[in-house]
């Protein structure tokens, strides 16, 4: 069974960084997609960005030129580093992985998600 557990989030003024870290268990199979997504109170989840196999890089508008997302397949674990941070960002951020197509219908196909590291941007 795969888990994930995602940290390095917490409290950051606007404009500050920060770099979250995912680290994925059990029957990984890296040739699969990584995703990062965020939930803000009150919102759907919403996928941010996605990395494939060989570090193919795609990101949502609203953080597109201020994050980037890596990953380490030997260690089975996906990076997101988050540059001038908003209020907007804050939300709880989670990953998963799996074919790039199921990765854009959460709801529907990804059943296993870790406790999310939460991340706060307020002065």
């Known amino acids: 069974q795969v888990q994930f557990v995602e940290s390095g989030g917490g409290l950051v003024q606007p404009g500050g960084s920060l770099r979250l870290s995912c680290a994925a268990s059990?029957?990984?199979?890296?040739?699969?997609?990584m995703g990062w997504y965020r939930q803000a109170p009150g919102k759907q989840r919403e996928l941010v960005a996605t990395?494939?196999?060989?570090?193919?890089?795609t990101y949502t508008d609203a953080v597109k030129a201020r994050a980037t997302i890596s990953r380490d397949n030997a260690k089975n674990t996906a990076y997101l580093q988050m540059n001038s941070l908003k209020p907007e960002d804050t939300a709880v951020y989670y990953c998963?992985?799996?074919?790039?197509?199921?990765?854009?219908?959460?709801?529907?196909?990804?059943?296993?998600w870790g406790p999310g590291t939460l991340v706060t941007v307020s002065s």
């Open positions: 998963n992985y799996g074919p790039y197509g199921l990765l854009l219908q959460p709801d529907k196909y990804l059943k296993i």
């Open positions: 059990g029957n990984i199979l890296n040739i699969y997609t």
């Open positions: 990395i494939t196999s060989s570090g193919t890089a």
